[in-house]
Each structure stands twice: as C-alpha cells, then as structure tokens.
C-alpha cells in the first residue's frame, strides 16, 4: 500500500471549499481531471455506501467512514463497478481522505490517499490538476 498526499492553498473560506468538492455539479466539474463525465450516487451520510461513476456506469464504490462537514471526509474503497454492476476487490485498507484546515487567509485542502501501487501513478497525474480546479472553482465569485 502506498500513501500519498497532496495539498493546496485556496483563498476561501472552508465551507465553500467543501461546497465545491461535495455538491454535484461543482463535483462533476473538478473530477473532470480524473474522467470527464464522471459523477456519484448516493450520500456522504457516514456508513454509507458512495458510488463514482464514469459516463460508461464504471467507476468505484466506498464506504463513508467519516464525515464533519466543513473539515474532513474519508472514504475506504471496496470494489470496481463495471456495466452498473459491483465486483469487489481486496485492496486492504485503501482510503482516500478530504481534510479542510481553516486559515486566516482561506483553506489549506489536504488530500491523504493510500493506495496499491498500480494506481500511485494515476493518483500523482490527476491529483494536481484537480485540485487547481477546486482552487478556481472555490475562489470565483467571492
């Protein structure tokens, strides 16, 4: 398993910041980097069960394992989705979490991920250019 991170400062305010990650059209925009067309189903309620899709109905499916809303968001990923259909997989303790630390300025979003080895490199790629859409998204119109 390797774990990753990733870090950005946005000029808002950290409400907005988890608007813009969570909300589904704001969502639909930033994943743009990983997939285009990509989107979800259900809540971000904790112990439920996420799922991400791309525009084809594959994608991923995870279990909210903690939620404070405006400060932090964990997700432990259990499985590939293809044709709609869930096929789980055993990739141990492979999370991905969404941390918002207030600053005087705005927010500091760190992203933690661990992940196997064969998508460290995609997660490297992508990461950055998503976060610069966050950072855009959340800082227009303020």
Same mark, same amino acid.
């Given at each position: 398993?390797?774990? $990753? *991170?990733?870090?950005?400062?946005?000029?808002a305010? &950290?409400?907005?910041?988890?608007?813009v990650l969570?909300?589904?059209?704001? =969502?639909?925009?930033?994943?743009?980097?990983?997939?285009?067309? @990509? *989107? =979800?189903?259900?809540?971000?309620?904790?112990?439920? $069960?996420?799922?991400?899709?791309?525009?084809?109905?594959?994608?991923?499916?995870?279990?909210? %394992?903690? &939620?404070?809303?405006?400060?932090?968001?964990?997700? /432990?990923?259990?499985?590939? $989705? =293809?044709?709609?259909? %869930?096929?789980?997989?055993?990739?141990?303790?492979?999370?991905?979490?969404?941390?918002?630390? %207030?600053?005087?300025?705005?927010?500091? /979003?760190?992203?933690?991920?661990?992940?196997?080895?064969? *998508?460290? @490199?995609?997660?490297?790629? #992508?990461?950055?250019?998503?976060l610069?859409i966050? #950072?855009? /998204? @959340?800082? $227009?119109? /303020?």
């Amino acid at each position: 398993m390797q774990r $990753i *991170f990733f870090e950005i400062q946005i000029d808002a305010p &950290n409400e907005r910041v988890w608007d813009v990650l969570w909300s589904d059209i704001t =969502y639909r925009q930033w994943t743009t980097a990983f997939t285009e067309g @990509s *989107f =979800y189903q259900g809540t971000f309620e904790e112990g439920s $069960i996420m799922k991400f899709f791309d525009p084809n109905n594959n994608g991923m499916y995870s279990r909210v %394992e903690k &939620n404070i809303p405006h400060k932090e968001l964990k997700l /432990l990923h259990l499985g590939e $989705i =293809y044709d709609g259909v %869930e096929a789980p997989q055993d990739w141990g303790e492979a999370t991905e979490a969404y941390i918002l630390e %207030e600053t005087e300025t705005g927010t500091i /979003l760190k992203i933690e991920i661990q992940t196997p080895e064969e *998508f460290k @490199s995609f997660f490297e790629e #992508k990461f950055p250019v998503a976060l610069g859409i966050v #950072k855009n /998204l @959340s800082e $227009i119109q /303020l």
